[in-house]
């Protein structure tokens, strides 16, 4: 029997629109090997990888009369080519024509007739660079039957040597009929979810998080908390195109290290986290990019961020594609970039304790099997889709990755930048992937709402710097 997408999985095919598609992506930057790579190694790349995930060959096939959610069904008319794609830069290319590349390209809706992932090749970077762009639908990311098509491009295999025979085979599409009495059989054994199909196979939330492994249930609490007190009014929640912008910032995991060291001394020697620190420094980003803009900032002024936290019960410490949602105030009318850190530190302490779950440490995260940043920021979009919009103004996701490098056949990848997309009327979406000593960011916006989106990178790069630069609290 063909497997049926969940309620969650539905819902993000009903919400997406136009200017609101639901895909998530990266862009891997890679140094050529020296005997090269082109398009037939990626193509032989993915044909290989793909076979450990099957969904990546099955598209979605509707129920006649919507008696049921959608299956997934083997496509029989599979094309490789039409998923993995080719571009180019005018050489040497540069960052910024990178960056343009993706806002083009992402925004694309994927067509759902087919498998909902694409690849692109981008050559002609300077330095003798390529990159990788990749996009794969919330839908098809769980985290259990299938993992970000990023998860699978890379290793730390430098030789590229390893090979998987791909012996694939479409099975017969289930027809009409046997989707229907397919419906029907699954109505006996679970009739709430005729009712959950009827109305637009968008289920109720407490239902839906119970059903679905990659959303951690405790989620339902802290929105509940929120739901009382709705987002600060901020310009990050506009109406939004279909045009977008993309800004990518690599700055050094050691600068923030020093700075939890350095600031988290005293009473928060313990608590102050690096995921701490990356909100601080957004928190002083959103700061100057409100006064460049001339808002009204005082010292109560806030941002309210939704950030997805890897988390796994403490009863037996295992650890899954489990995220809940935190709700963290960013203090931008805070002038002192230490009390900002240590106001965001508190905030975030107070909402992981308490509770049977904590948050999954940084190292046990980068050691998981594959390049789990690619599928954890996916979880965090999906995430993010099924919470009201109303309770938080940007969402920001940090995922941390290996410390060594890794390669796709054969080149390796020198740094990695998210794309996570923007939900109704938010303007701005932040991911965060640390790798081999660096932590990329990859800032993606409206293109009207947010056309000063390079103003808001300049200032990450600047407010971690003014990190640096701070004195300890109580210190003058």
């Not at 050529?32 to 969904?55: K, M, Q, W």
């Not at 229907?180 to 009827?198: I, K, N």
């Not at 050691?367 to 009201?388: I, Y």
Request: contains cysteine; aromatic residues 6%.
């Amino acid at each position: 029997m063909a497997d049926r997408l969940s309620s969650l999985d539905t819902s993000f095919l009903h919400l997406e629109d136009a200017t609101t598609p639901m895909h998530v992506g990266s862009v891997m930057v890679f140094d050529a090997p020296t005997d090269g790579f082109d398009y037939e190694s990626l193509v032989a790349l993915i044909s290989e990888r793909i076979a450990h995930v099957p969904r990546y060959r099955q598209r979605i096939k509707t129920v006649p009369g919507g008696l049921a959610n959608p299956v997934w069904v083997d496509d029989k008319t599979f094309d490789m080519s039409y998923h993995v794609r080719r571009s180019a830069l005018p050489r040497p290319g540069s960052d910024e024509q990178l960056e343009e590349l993706v806002a083009r390209i992402q925004p694309r809706p994927l067509d759902r007739s087919r498998p909902l992932w694409e690849v692109y090749l981008v050559e002609g970077l300077a330095e003798d660079r390529f990159a990788i762009i990749t996009k794969t639908h919330h839908s098809l990311v769980d985290g259990i039957s299938a993992v970000d098509i990023g998860n699978v491009l890379v290793d730390g295999n430098p030789t590229g040597a390893d090979s998987v025979s791909t012996t694939w085979r479409a099975r017969p599409e289930p027809s009409g009929v046997e989707l229907v009495v397919g419906a029907l059989t699954d109505a006996v054994r679970s009739p709430s979810q005729v009712v959950d199909t009827v109305q637009n196979g968008v289920a109720d939330v407490k239902k839906t998080v119970g059903k679905v492994a990659s959303v951690a249930g405790d989620v339902l609490s802290t929105v509940a908390r929120m739901s009382a007190r709705p987002a600060p009014t901020s310009p990050l929640n506009a109406s939004i195109g279909r045009a977008r912008r993309y800004v990518m910032i690599g700055t050094d995991l050691e600068d923030y290290r020093t700075i939890r060291a350095r600031l988290g001394r005293g009473s928060f020697a313990e608590e102050v986290s690096v995921n701490d620190v990356v909100l601080a420094t957004v928190a002083g980003a959103f700061r100057s990019w409100l006064l460049t803009r001339g808002e009204s900032v005082y010292p109560g002024t806030t941002i309210r961020a939704m950030v997805p936290v890897s988390v796994h019960d403490t009863a037996d410490g295992a650890v899954g594609a489990q995220m809940t949602a935190c709700f963290v105030d960013l203090p931008v009318g805070e002038s002192k970039p230490s009390m900002r850190l240590h106001q965001i530190a508190f905030a975030m302490r107070q909402q992981m304790e308490g509770g049977a779950r904590r948050a999954v440490a940084a190292d046990t995260l980068a050691g998981l099997g594959g390049f789990a940043p690619p599928t954890m920021h996916a979880l965090g979009a999906r995430l993010g889709g099924m919470v009201s919009r109303r309770l938080y103004n940007v969402v920001i996701t940090n995922v941390p990755g290996p410390q060594t490098p890794l390669y796709a056949a054969g080149a390796r990848m020198v740094s990695t930048y998210p794309v996570t997309p923007l939900g109704r009327d938010q303007a701005l979406s932040i991911g965060l992937t640390s790798y081999d000593g660096g932590v990329y960011y990859g800032l993606y916006a409206d293109r009207d709402a947010m056309p000063d989106a390079d103003v808001l990178g300049r200032g990450v790069v600047d407010a971690l710097q003014e990190l640096l630069d701070a004195p300890r609290v109580g210190v003058r």
